[in-house]
């Protein structure tokens, strides 16, 4: 009668043993497969998978093994792993696009394009002009933009020496 895998000498008898990841069958003799994985997930954080005799630790996608190669830690898909054409924010166990100010997602979510301001009318007494990422606004003649960037009001040609009276200026409204 002969042992499968170790044949244990004893004071007049013998025994058998299996090696690490097989354990002795009923009858025994032979060893089997132990399955690493039923006892506390095979000490595996995410996913434990039994192979002959031993096992191995996987993790779900946007995670991988530590060094310890038991336990999963977060992929950073921002470092490289990523499709957005501006700004990627890492989250847990995936990653999120962005999009600077003056630009909007398009329909997959990934890439960003140029968002049209002017089609909100942002300019007071002006003309909107976009820009990529911005706008700006232009006035007419005899007005100029106001400190808040949007607004154009009356030039007071009367205040600066770009009149052509030679006695009393009246300002008129763009004029």
């Known amino acids: 009668v002969s042992c499968q895998q170790k044949c244990i000498n004893t004071e007049g008898s013998f025994y058998c043993a299996?090696?690490?990841?097989?354990?002795?069958?009923?009858?025994?003799?032979?060893?089997?497969?132990?399955?690493?994985?039923?006892?506390?997930?095979?000490?595996?954080?995410?996913?434990?998978?039994?192979?002959?005799?031993?096992?191995v630790c996987a993790c779900e996608a946007g995670y991988k093994l530590d060094f310890d190669n038991h336990t999963c830690v977060d992929v950073d898909e921002c470092e490289s792993l990523?499709?957005?054409?501006?700004?990627?924010?890492?989250?847990?166990?995936?990653?999120?696009?962005?999009?600077p100010d003056g630009f909007k997602f398009?329909?997959?979510?990934?890439?960003?394009?140029?968002?049209?301001e002017c089609l909100d009318s942002p300019c007071k007494n002006g003309h909107c002009k976009n820009t990529i990422g911005s706008f700006v606004c232009e006035c007419e003649d005899g007005y100029e933009l106001d400190k808040d960037g949007v607004t154009c009001v009356d030039r007071d040609e009367c205040k600066d020496d770009s009149h052509d009276c030679s006695h009393h200026c009246i300002n008129i409204a763009g004029g």
């Not at 700004?87 to 999009?99: L, M, P, S, V």
């Not at 398009?106 to 140029?114: L, R």
């Open 82 to 99: 990523h499709d957005c054409s501006h700004i990627c924010i890492n989250t847990e166990g995936t990653y999120e696009c962005d999009c």
């Open 18 to 55: 299996c090696n690490d990841g097989y354990e002795l069958a009923k009858d025994e003799r032979s060893c089997i497969d132990q399955d690493e994985c039923i006892e506390n997930n095979g000490n595996c954080s995410n996913i434990c998978i039994n192979l002959i005799g031993s096992k």
């Open 106 to 116: 398009g329909f997959d979510k990934f890439n960003c394009y140029d968002k049209n």
